[in-house]
């Protein structure tokens, strides 16, 4: 094995381990979340239950209207119509939500498409790991990413958008550098070549405090 294939499997090696290391704490952060609900429930109905018990109908009243009110605060889980798009938006949502990152989602998504769902994986797990990496930098007020994700005729459409600490970012050899440090940036070649693949569009943009990438896919 020459030392450019040696390099390229030791990037592989890292980047699937890195995915398999980022998966885990994305389904242990939806478990946590999921234990919390349980448990709200059971303290909500022993509380309507002693309430009810007692006849006090006002109090009883009084508790329904906080927890509906309670929750039309709560963040319900994205559903785009793609179930493969659901599970990897959710579960990187969770693992945003859990480092104290804003994240607000508009998706459509077909319930077929002829990308592969590895590869639409692919495209939206790193760049939404590279929104929460660069969200971690800011204080935890300014944290905050945006998706939009829809059909735009016969294309698919991806927009991640998140505010940067370094205003501007600079370009070297025609791409922007991650902030990961020496190893990291194979996920964006990977995003890369999937668009090529597909003959996509694929643009990047840093003005404002802020990183956007654009993604169309034809289907």
Not at 43 to 53: E, G, P, R, T, W
Not at 115 to 127: A, H, K, P
Not at 174 to 180: D, L
Request: charged share 25%.
């Amino acid at each position: 094995m020459g030392l450019l294939s040696k390099f390229v499997h030791k990037q592989l090696s890292n980047y699937q381990r890195s995915l398999m290391e980022t998966h885990y704490q994305e389904v242990e952060n939806m478990y946590q979340e999921m234990r919390g609900w349980r448990h709200d429930y059971k303290n909500h109905i022993q509380v309507l239950k002693s309430y009810a018990d007692s006849g006090d109908l006002a109090a009883v009243q009084r508790y329904l209207d906080e927890l509906d009110e309670n929750l039309m605060q709560v963040k319900t889980m994205i559903k785009t119509g793609n179930a493969m798009t659901d599970a990897i938006l959710n579960s990187k949502i969770s693992l945003a939500r859990s480092k104290q990152i804003e994240v607000v989602v508009d998706a459509h998504i077909p319930l077929a498409l002829t990308t592969s769902e590895v590869d639409l994986c692919i495209i939206i797990g790193n760049l939404f790991d590279n929104a929460i990496e660069a969200s971690l930098l800011l204080p935890e007020e300014k944290r905050r990413i945006r998706v939009y994700m829809d059909m735009k005729n016969t294309q698919l459409y991806m927009c991640f958008t998140n505010l940067t600490a370094s205003g501007k970012m600079k370009k070297e050899n025609g791409r922007f550098q991650t902030t990961k440090g020496e190893g990291h940036g194979f996920g964006l070649i990977r995003v890369d070549d999937i668009v090529e693949k597909y003959s996509g569009y694929l643009t990047r943009a840093s003005e404002d405090g802020a990183f956007t990438t654009e993604i169309l896919l034809p289907q």
